[in-house]
């Protein structure tokens, strides 16, 4: 650990609440991408069994 | 054959994106890991400004992020626009909430830096004023995504939001210098717009290397969010398309 | 397109709204800023352009919404748009007309409020001029922000969102203007920015509010 000194309260809790938040918005965005993955394969093989191949034409 | 254009086919963005999201990935978490480590154990302190200057390592790089993001959704708003392209605008609505978070990474770690360099947490200095202003802008243009549901109506308008806010922004950059002429300059020795120029006069080495390090760390994690975000958004997309063909038979 | 603007007029006049209610507001910050930062007379006086052009802001704000909302509601602005006329015109009448039933009375209100904040005898002038210039941009910038909004149920609360960002630059000239001169500086500088960008707004914005009224109106 550094001798961080008198500022060691800014230079802690700025690089406390940056990393925080960085890592915050990573999990969310992770998160998220898993949740609308498995919620899009489920509504797509819903599709399939009933019959529907079409969906490939979607942009 | 082979043109950029290829990549606003979803699949294959999808496609690339999923084979390259992994070496983004380490390699943000890698370059962050190494400038902040760097930067935080193996720096010198500053004469003048102590340890502070550690602040730097995310302070800079999260400012330059701030814009960087807001340009590539310019960018991508221009493409949606001529090109219509649904890729792009996605990729706009998924880089407004990273670029937002960079604001305030970067105005939290300005305050607290200010805090013990000039003596208060806020000074209605230039630089934090538009940063702040840049805020409201991110904030306006993420409300407007979530208002309207149809995918379409929403893209164009964030886009022609996009193109006009710009405009203010920098006119607000401006009116905002014209108005305080601000401490940034003066006080702070490792100016943000001096690290691209005469980065040899204004910051010794020492510093520079992890600092370039990071920023290039930072760039590489907004790069890797946005190509995870855009796939969830392109997602999210075709599920709304799907659900909707579904109520319809 | 005058005709258009004739309607534009009776109709806020009959219905009262605009009118009344922006003026009202206004008067309402003008009296509530003394309660909030203390009677010193020094004190208001040094603030009052500043305050004056915030409330006429907020004012010009409060009534954006009405600018497309009836017309959407009732259909006329679908037949306004298939009008002969280019929607560019039809938005910038639009803007004209809030124009004269806020951006106006305001104008001429602000004098009047002025002597409750003790605004300084040299600064009734450039005050008055600088909302003069400033708040045609306001119009302008708002029917923008009004055209974004115009088909969302909760759009008001938005609209502020989005056009309080922009109003930034403007307020920034105009309340600047007022203060150079009542400090006796030099205001030319921001009369002319603030001319610049009112001219700017009035000349390009009606373009980007009639593309985002098409694609609302799709």
């Known amino acids: 650990m550094p001798d961080l000194g008198k500022y060691a309260e800014a230079v802690l809790s700025s690089y ?44 | 054959m082979s043109s950029i254009w290829e990549y606003a086919n979803p699949k294959k963005f999808i496609a690339t994106t999923d084979r390259l999201l992994p070496w983004v990935s380490a390699l943000a978490l890698g370059l962050m890991v190494l400038g902040l480590v760097w930067g935080f154990f193996f720096t010198p302190d500053d004469f003048r400004q102590g340890s502070t200057v550690k602040i730097i390592y995310i302070h800079v790089p999260s400012a330059m992020m701030a814009i960087n993001a807001w340009a590539m959704m310019l960018v991508a ?12 605008a996605l990729a706009a609505r998924a880089a407004a909430p990273i670029g937002a978070v960079m604001t305030v990474i970067a105005l939290a770690t300005g305050a607290i830096w200010g805090q013990p360099m000039w003596g208060t ?42 193109l006009v806010g710009s405009v203010f922004a920098l006119l607000s950059r401006y009116a905002v210098n014209f108005w305080n002429q601000g401490l940034h300059q003066g006080a702070s020795v490792l100016r943000a717009g001096a690290l691209a120029g005469d980065t040899e006069e204004r910051v010794s080495n020492v510093f520079a290397t992890p600092l370039f390090i990071s920023m290039a760390g930072f760039l590489m994690l907004f790069i890797a969010l946005v190509f995870l975000r855009t796939q969830t958004e392109i997602r999210a997309r075709r599920m709304r398309a799907l659900l909707a063909r579904e109520r319809m038979q | 397109m005058i005709a258009l603007l004739m309607r534009d007029l009776k109709l806020a006049i009959r219905a009262g709204g605009g009118f009344g209610l922006g003026l009202a507001f206004f008067l309402i910050v003008v009296v509530l800023v003394p309660f909030g930062v203390g009677p010193n007379s020094g004190l208001l006086s040094k603030i009052a352009p500043g305050v004056l052009w915030l409330g006429a802001l907020l004012a010009c704000l409060l009534s954006l919404d009405r600018i497309f909302a009836l017309d959407w509601e009732d259909g006329s602005l679908d037949l306004l748009a298939t009008a002969p ?9 639009k803007a004209l007309a809030h124009w004269l039933t806020t951006g106006l009375p305001l104008v001429l209100a602000a004098p009047v409020f002025a002597i409750l904040l003790n605004l300084p005898t040299a600064g009734y002038g450039p005050l008055v001029l600088s909302l003069l210039i400033g708040t045609p941009a306001l119009s302008v910038i708002g029917t923008f922000g009004a055209a974004l909004t115009v088909g969302l149920k909760r759009g008001g609360l938005l609209l502020s969102l989005l056009v309080l960002p922009l109003y930034v630059p403007t307020l920034i000239f105009g309340a600047e203007m007022a203060r150079r001169s009542i400090e006796g500086l030099n205001a030319q500088t921001s009369l002319l920015m603030l001319a610049g960008i009112t001219c700017a707004v009035i000349a390009l914005l009606p373009f980007a509010s009639a593309a985002v009224l098409r694609v609302n109106l799709r």
């Open chain 2, 77 to 88: 708003s221009l493409v949606w626009i001529v090109r219509r392209h649904h890729v792009s």
């Open chain 1, 16 to 59: 406390a609440i940056s990393l925080g938040l960085i890592v915050a918005l990573v999990v969310l965005s992770v998160l998220r991408a898993r949740k609308v993955k498995a919620q899009l394969a489920e509504v797509e093989a819903r599709g399939k069994t009933g019959g529907k191949a079409q969906e490939q034409a979607d942009g």
């Open chain 3, 85 to 93: 006329l280019p929607l560019e015109a039809i938005v910038s009448v």
């Open chain 2, 121 to 162: 947490w806020w000074e209605w200095d230039p630089r934090l004023t538009s940063f702040l202003i840049l805020f409201l802008f991110y904030l306006g243009y993420i409300a407007l995504w979530s208002a309207i549901e149809d995918d379409d109506t929403a893209a164009d308008l964030t886009s022609i939001l996009c």
